[in-house]
């Protein structure tokens, strides 16, 4: 399984762009990444996903490099509810029922007035 | 659509008193189901997943254990709660072959 690293935490104020860079150095061929987004006292939610070059949905994009070793989640324009703990995932999703997903600590996003 | 419920939503528990979690899911079959337990300020923990009725896969040894006595019934136990047992327990869902996970409201436990 891929081992991911994400910065334990972020600062933003609010009307800013916010990239949280995640590194996959060992990602495998049929590996996929994906994010989620967790606020307090709530379980993780899907945000976006990704194989690779650039995926964009109404919440946010995902870049990824043609080397894949590493991604990149962009939030446009942050507001306070987006303060939030932010997981990268990677893993063969065709897999069925032998890919378990895994969450590290994630990013902890916090937003300022 | 799918729903996933889980309860209670809190408990207060003795140490060395027995725990039963429940996990129910709704609109789907045969969903892979997981229990995940997060400590205050930390990651998820995976803890159990089952990929079919009667199949329970642990990935970490504890005083925990998990049942799937229907294919949408996810169980979670412990004959004595230790108090490292203390957490935040979250149910989840996945498809075969798909990515998104869906996570239900959790269960908040404090064992004292």
């Known amino acids: 399984l891929a081992k991911t690293t994400q910065p334990i935490s972020m600062d933003s104020y609010e009307g800013q762009e916010v990239n949280i860079t995640c590194s996959h150095n060992n990602i495998a061929t049929n590996d996929y990444i994906t994010w989620y987004q967790q606020f307090p006292s709530q379980g993780p939610r899907f945000i976006i996903q990704?194989?690779?070059t650039k995926v964009t949905n109404e919440v946010a994009s995902l870049f990824i490099p043609a080397d894949r070793k590493s991604s990149t989640l962009s939030l446009p324009r942050v507001s306070l509810s987006d303060t939030a703990v932010y997981y990268c995932l990677v893993g063969d999703i065709s897999a069925g029922g032998s890919y378990i997903p895994t969450f590290g600590r994630g990013t902890s996003l916090i937003v300022h007035p | 659509s799918q729903t996933i419920h889980q309860w209670p939503a809190t408990l207060v528990q003795p140490v060395g008193s027995p725990l039963s979690l429940e996990c129910t899911v709704e609109?789907?079959?045969?969903?892979?189901l997981y229990w995940y337990r997060q400590a205050a300020g930390r990651g998820l923990q995976l803890l159990f997943y089952s990929v079919g009725i009667g199949q329970i896969s642990s990935e970490v040894p504890q005083n925990l254990s998990a049942s799937r006595p229907q294919d949408r019934q996810f169980i979670l136990s412990s004959k004595k709660l230790l108090l490292s047992d203390s957490g935040f327990y979250l149910c989840a869902w996945r498809l075969a072959g798909k990515e998104t996970q869906y996570f239900g409201p959790g269960t908040r436990l404090l064992v004292l």
């Open positions: 609109g789907t079959s045969n969903p892979n």
């Open positions: 990704g194989y690779k």
